[in-house]
């Protein structure tokens, strides 16, 4: 099981708890958890990903194992603590202002 964190406005858009687990078929990468995650709340398509060229919303960003992964390919294979279910992936809402 793949362990999500999500930010407080995705958990309340999902009507979830701050972290939810998910099955991800083949490869844990990024790609896979969100399709993952999209499939099982539908709800957030859109919310994390543009929905035409599926790329990160500017003000999201990807964490594991205290890496930021957000310019890392969407294909590449996320470390192996999240793929066993010892880490989280954390999908963070970045902070804008001045």
Excluded: N, W
């Excluded at 398509?45 to 310019?71: M, N, W, Y």
Aim: hydrophobic share 40%.
């Amino acid at each position: 099981m793949i362990r999500v964190i999500l930010p407080h406005h995705l958990r309340t858009l999902a009507r979830v708890g701050p972290e939810v687990s998910l099955e991800v078929e083949g490869p844990v990468t990024q790609r896979s958890v969100l399709d993952a995650l999209e499939a099982r709340y539908p709800m957030l398509r859109g919310t994390i990903r543009d929905h035409v060229s599926q790329q990160r919303r500017p003000f999201l960003r990807f964490f594991a194992c205290k890496e930021d992964l957000s310019h890392e390919s969407p294909d590449s294979p996320l470390p192996e603590a999240v793929a066993e279910g010892t880490e989280p992936f954390l999908v963070l809402g970045a902070i804008a202002g001045g």
